[in-house]
């Protein structure tokens, strides 16, 4: 799966050919008025057009540099509705779709530019950057290279194809693309962040240090690549250095990774242990039950039928994680549903978050906190698979998964759409993990064997019958788009 991508950046070449081409736009749209107004009126009226064309799309530009994409997608879109040809803003609001998640009509977007202007070479790298995120690499290839004989510059669509290969397991190209565009552009930071990323992971560590070195010295601000080196030294067993480029990486940005490694190299995680003293024989460790005064009321409601259906014998999962980050370690509890709807008809079903007040004492938060859940739950997964320091929460059921962002404020928004993740199948549990030390959690969900949700649930409702445990290998994972930095999104699972 293609690695994380930032949001591009509008840059000031981007805004001239916006408003070139919008200008362009409202005088051909109004020269009809010519031989009817003298040219005195004629200006006036150019001048008071241009102020109405001008305003929505430089709104939207204005909100998508704020990160407000939803917002800036409803500017655009009524823009669209009264210009159709207006170019730039079709490509905006591609943009603002692939920034809000929503890359499936990103890539329509973008695909429906690419008709209207097969020669344009913004909308063919655009369409081919969405499709790598997309995972849809042959496409993105293709794209890319043709974006690049149109006369997008060498450097960007290098370092795409240098990330596509990456994907398609073809290290060698991927690092001949990656040199090749630090050639095409020796200010442009980004080929050697990658590839030093690359080396990191094949191995060749020193060979890393050296091109994120180059990619430190063409972008002195960047965070991720003072982070990459550090984990470079630290596989040199160079804790000082690595713990300096932490440092300096914080002073630059609040970057979540970097702030846990500083962490980690601090309490001397990974250093060789002292020599232990003499063997010892610990006390006897003994259990109380303290759940009734600790107001940890939790009844796992699975509806017990006598047909002992196989939904029954599954549940429940529970998740230890710090939600509200105030040192203490909340719990969370998945809960069964209503047999045969699979519906959370009653609070009885709900799934269940219990804060930790301290004093071995908790409070039910679960309708403050929006995690009742819906349908069937079966396990839990917590992990922080955005980077910004909350901790986010995966639930598994059958016929309905459900991914939970933290919000940083005691609630959780439902992403399970934006990300992409299907809820066909029966899921029974999950873990986040990262497999391939890119920095950011990977997905690992286990479901039963049935591929959509109709048949599952018609076996589940039925007499038992032999199943058989299947992984699904379907990484959820962020994808890094030109390091102009960390505006994070999700690929579908």
Not at 91 to 119: H, K, M
Request: charged fraction near 25%.
């Amino acid at each position: 799966m293609a690695r994380p991508m930032a949001r591009p950046a509008i840059d000031a070449g981007f805004s001239s050919v916006l408003e070139a081409s919008w200008v362009e736009l409202l005088v051909r749209r109004g020269i009809h008025w010519l031989p009817r107004l003298s040219y005195t009126l004629f200006a006036f009226f150019i001048l008071a057009r241009a102020v109405l064309i001008l305003a929505q799309p430089q709104a939207a530009l204005d909100l998508y540099r704020r990160k407000k994409f939803a917002q800036a997608e409803e500017v655009l879109k009524k823009q669209l509705a009264s210009q159709p040809d207006d170019f730039p803003a079709r490509l905006l609001l591609g943009l603002c779709y692939q920034e809000s998640g929503d890359r499936a009509t990103a890539e329509r977007v973008f695909r429906d530019a690419v008709e209207r202007r097969p020669n344009d070479a913004a909308a063919r790298f655009y369409l081919a950057r969405v499709e790598y995120l997309r995972a849809r690499f042959a496409g993105a290839e293709s794209d890319a290279v043709l974006a690049m004989k149109l006369g997008e510059p060498v450097a960007r669509a290098q370092d795409l194809i240098g990330l596509i290969r990456e994907e398609l397991n073809d290290p060698d190209a991927a690092l001949a693309a990656f040199s090749e565009a630090a050639r095409a552009d020796p200010r442009f930071g980004d080929p050697e962040l990658n590839a030093g990323i690359l080396l990191l992971k094949l191995g060749r560590t020193s060979e890393a240090v050296a091109r994120l070195s180059r990619a430190i010295a063409k972008d002195p601000r960047s965070a991720e690549a003072r982070y990459e080196r550090a984990r470079a030294y630290l596989e040199l067993d160079k804790p000082a250095e690595a713990e300096r480029d932490l440092v300096k990486a914080l002073s630059l940005s609040n970057y979540a990774p970097a702030r846990r490694l500083l962490a980690e190299v601090r309490a001397g995680v990974g250093a060789t242990p002292a020599p232990a003293a003499r063997p010892f024989s610990p006390a006897p460790i003994r259990f109380r039950n303290v759940a009734e005064n600790s107001r940890l009321r939790f009844v796992l409601e699975n509806n017990p039928t006598p047909e002992k259906h196989l939904i029954e014998t599954m549940p429940g999962g529970v998740a230890a994680f710090d939600y509200n980050n105030d040192g203490r370690p909340d719990i969370f509890f998945t809960n069964g549903a209503s047999i045969p709807s699979l519906q959370k008809d009653s609070p009885k079903y709900f799934n269940r978050l219990y804060r930790n007040d301290g004093g071995m004492k908790f409070t039910d938060v679960t309708e403050q906190a929006g995690v009742a859940g819906a349908g069937y739950s079966m396990g839990a997964a917590a992990g922080d698979y955005d980077n910004d320091g909350y901790a986010d929460l995966f639930v598994a059921g059958v016929g309905r998964n459900i991914l939970y962002h933290n919000n940083g404020e005691g609630t959780f928004t439902d992403a399970t759409a934006r990300a992409g993740i299907r809820s066909d199948g029966w899921s029974v549990a999950a873990g986040w993990f990262d497999y391939d030390n890119d920095g950011f959690l990977d997905l690992f969900v286990v479901i039963l064997r049935a591929e959509r949700l109709s048949r599952s649930v018609r076996h589940a409702l039925s007499q038992p019958r032999r199943w058989h445990v299947r992984r699904c290998h379907r990484a959820l994972r962020h994808r890094r788009a030109y390091r102009q930095r960390h505006e994070r999104g999700l690929c579908g699972l």
